[in-house]
Nanobody, 115 residues
Framework: VQLVESGGGLVRPGGSLRLSCAAS????????MSWYRQAPGSERELVAS????????NYANSVKGRFTISRDNTKNTVYLQMNSLKPEDTAVYYC?????????WGQGTQVTVSS
């Protein structure tokens, strides 16, 4: 199982970024996927999740209405569209899935929101 995130960077408050997570090594369309984030000095927290077929999503209250999780099962990729970014969104963002009682994480991508 391999999860590779991309799309992070430096953005001004109010800006947008789209993160991507390319998955391989498992049947992507059979598993739910999630995005987590971890800010310096804080615990890792769940940002958003999406069901295997993409029909069900859920979000942390702090990002509802601003972030959108989606997936393309033909490309084995999950996305996180982040709009109206705030400085408190600054963190390393991780792609995650759970297969056979095993947690799998990507290497993370840094998102920094600053003027």
């Amino acid at each position: 199982v391999q999860l590779v995130e991309s799309g992070g960077g430096l953005v001004r408050p109010g800006g947008s970024l789209r993160l991507s997570c390319a998955a391989s090594g498992f049947t992507f369309s059979s598993y739910a996927m999630s995005w987590y984030r971890q800010a310096p000095g804080s615990e890792r927290e769940l940002v958003a999740s999406i069901s295997s077929a993409g029909g069900s999503t859920n979000y942390a209250n702090s990002v509802k209405g601003r972030f959108t999780i989606s997936r393309d099962n033909t490309k084995n990729t999950v996305y996180l569209q982040m709009n109206s970014l705030k400085p408190e969104d600054t963190a390393v963002y991780y792609c995650y899935t759970w297969i056979g009682r095993v947690n799998y994480w990507g290497q993370g991508t840094q998102v920094t929101v600053s003027s």
